[in-house]
């Protein structure tokens, strides 16, 4: 099974509903051998593809491509320190 993100949402417990959905959904195809399911994920995906095999047993195997397993902490390394300064200053005065 390949499975991208939901674009337009961020949530990370929608898209993990999404991937539990479409598991459901394959398993009950006659083609499929319902224990034999896999994900492959780049990315965000890769991330899900981890989380979904520790938490959902119906999982067997996983391809998990460069994922991205922090995203909170990724961004932080990547944006300088003052920008990511007045990031936050713009959140707690918006949010």
């Excluded at 390949?2 to 417990?13: E, G, L, M, Q, W």
């Excluded at 991330?47 to 999982?59: E, I, K, M, S, T």
């Excluded at 003052?82 to 918006?94: A, E, V, Y």
């Amino acid at each position: 099974m390949s499975a991208t993100s939901r674009f337009a949402s961020t949530r990370s417990t929608e898209q993990h509903e999404d991937f539990r959905n479409a598991i459901t959904w394959t398993q009950l195809q006659s083609e499929v051998d319902p224990e034999r399911i896999g994900l492959w994920g780049f990315s965000y995906s890769g991330g899900h593809a981890l989380h979904l095999a520790a938490f959902d047993p119906r999982v067997k195997a996983i391809v998990a491509q460069m994922p991205t397993v922090n995203a909170f902490l990724i961004s932080r390394r990547l944006t300088s320190h003052l920008k990511w300064r007045n990031s936050q200053r713009c959140f707690h005065l918006t949010g």
